[in-house]
């Protein structure tokens, strides 16, 4: 069975620095694109980046590009989100996705990153 | 960058009922639209991916249609277990992606 687990969240100052991990298991990570999305207290979801296989090519909205950067490691089936110069409009759930068909088949139950001095 | 604007953003419906969601993109997104529900304090679950094509173990009185900039989500007779939030997701060019604002299915 398909099993994504979120790590790493916590409570930062602003401006810090925080690296989210998700362990992947039960599929082939390496042969699967995977995303990560957030969602703020009480509001909507919101994309926040994603990954290709085989390269690694990477994609993200546009209030985290420059301060985040998603990557992979096929070999320890993980996936990461290094997240710089932490705003406090980046407290949010965060989850990670595996991609199938262009959607989201599969979610992590999610780590909470709150962001405040 | 796509925007998606769903409507309504809520709704009040009773057990039985046919309940129908709408979602519209800034520009034509061929038929690369997804749907999600989510149940509080819970990760989302995908219902239908390109626009209408059911995600295995879903119920069948999902379902979706659309294309183009349109969409539609349906729940043929709404369930007690169907009162969530649901999202619209555009995934066009798999370049970057957005999620509508949400609609919140409550009961009557």
């Known amino acids: 069975e398909v099993q994504l687990v979120e790590s790493g969240g916590g409570l930062v100052q602003p401006g810090r620095s925080l690296r989210l991990s998700c362990a992947a298991s039960?599929?082939?990570?390496?042969?699967?694109?995977m995303s990560w999305v957030r969602q703020a207290p009480g509001k909507g979801l919101e994309w926040v980046a994603n990954i290709d296989i085989v390269g690694g090519k990477t994609y993200y909205m546009d209030s985290v590009r420059g301060r985040f950067t998603i990557s992979r490691d096929d070999a320890l089936n993980s996936l990461y989100l290094q997240m710089n110069s932490l705003r406090a409009e980046d407290t949010a759930v965060y989850y990670c996705g595996k991609i199938e068909r262009n959607a989201l088949g599969w979610w992590g139950p999610g780590t909470l990153v709150t962001v405040s001095s | 960058d796509i925007q998606m604007t769903q409507s309504p953003s809520s709704l009040s419906a009773s057990v039985g009922d046919r309940v129908t969601i709408t979602c519209r993109a800034s520009q034509s997104i061929s038929n690369y639209l997804n749907w999600y529900q989510q149940k509080p304090g819970k990760a989302p679950n995908l219902l239908i991916y390109s626009a209408s094509s059911l995600q295995s173990g879903v119920p069948s009185r999902f379902s979706g249609s659309g294309s183009g900039t349109d969409f539609t989500l349906t729940i043929s007779s709404l369930q007690p277990e169907d009162f969530a939030t649901y999202y619209c997701?555009?995934?066009?060019?798999?370049?970057?992606?957005?999620f509508g604002q949400g609609t919140k299915v409550e009961i009557k």
């Open positions: 039960g599929f082939t990570f390496a042969n699967f694109r």
């Open positions: 997701q555009q995934s066009y060019g798999s370049l970057t992606w957005t």
